[in-house]
């Protein structure tokens, strides 16, 4: 089942909300013995279908999400080795005779 508009706009309330906290929880890195610092990455991002068989007209674009953390091992002053694991939400709307929107997770 596709959602509403009205669930759209409620689970989009939802993603502010726990955007806003994670970046309050994680406004800096940790700092573990001078060599090892960790933290959480998120941010807003904004995605859009193309491609020949797509038509142009009436496909808008969904705002998503990444969130995730990363690590990261200070070997020298000038050099250092950083892992992040982080998950992304993208999709899209296409607008018809109802709206359908397409939420793809890589």
Do not use: C
């Not at 800096?28 to 279908?49: C, D, M, T, Y």
């Not at 999400?65 to 002053?77: A, D, K, M, Q, V």
């Amino acid at each position: 089942m596709w959602p509403t508009k009205t669930n759209y706009h409620h689970m989009k309330t939802r993603t502010i909300i726990a955007a806003l906290v994670l970046f309050i929880i994680s406004s800096s890195a940790l700092k573990a013995e001078g060599f090892l610092s960790k933290g959480v990455n998120f941010g807003f991002n904004s995605s859009r279908f193309t491609g020949k068989d797509i038509p142009g007209k009436g496909i808008a674009s969904i705002p998503g999400l990444t969130l995730g953390f990363f690590i990261n091992y200070e070997i020298s002053n000038q050099f250092s080795l950083q892992s992040e694991l982080l998950f992304t939400t993208k999709g899209s709307r296409i607008n018809t005779i109802g709206d359908i929107y397409l939420h793809n997770i890589f």
